[in-house]
């Protein structure tokens, strides 16, 4: 059994609602969305590819995440066409006993300090799966940011 088979498990399609808060005193906006869940090289990563929209237009994104179990480390390669526009952001952290992904990366916010970003990744016995993220800001509060939640499709 490898730290990734509860995400394995996941593999196939979902459907859910993304909730997207793009600031703390903003209300919250829900758009239908759509997950992919894919293991990749024999099951030595997994992806996620998913879809959502902001303001009616059609958004998508992916995570690539991976586990080394010689250092106990999960990372995750995160793009988004509304986040990321055409960076990368790189996250390294843990994978919980319940198979579990809490990951954290970084990304630029001039002209002050870098700003984190977790993402938490939750998969519930193959049947629901959760992908939720928080902003961090430069003095270590976080802030939801994106809850998507999804059934099989």
């Avoid at 399609?13 to 992919?36: F, Y």
Wanted: aromatic share 10%; net charge negative.
């Amino acid at each position: 059994m490898t730290a990734l088979d509860r995400l394995i498990a996941c593999a196939g399609n979902w459907s859910g609602t993304n909730r997207l808060q793009v600031s703390e005193t903003d209300l919250p906006e829900d758009s239908p969305s759509t997950a992919i869940v894919t293991p990749v090289l024999a099951g030595r990563f997994v992806r996620i590819d998913y879809t959502w929209a902001y303001d009616e237009k059609p958004q998508e994104g992916s995570l690539l995440i991976g586990y080394e179990a010689k250092t106990d480390r999960a990372t995750a390669y995160w793009i988004d066409s509304w986040h990321m526009s055409n960076m990368v952001m790189v996250c390294s952290g843990v994978v919980s006993e319940n198979g579990g992904i809490n990951v954290l990366g970084s990304y630029a916010a001039p002209p002050g300090p870098d700003w984190g970003w977790r993402v938490i990744i939750g998969p519930e016995d193959g049947q629901r799966l959760s992908v939720v993220m928080f902003n961090i800001d430069p003095d270590g509060r976080e802030y939801f940011a994106i809850e998507s939640i999804y059934t099989r499709a």
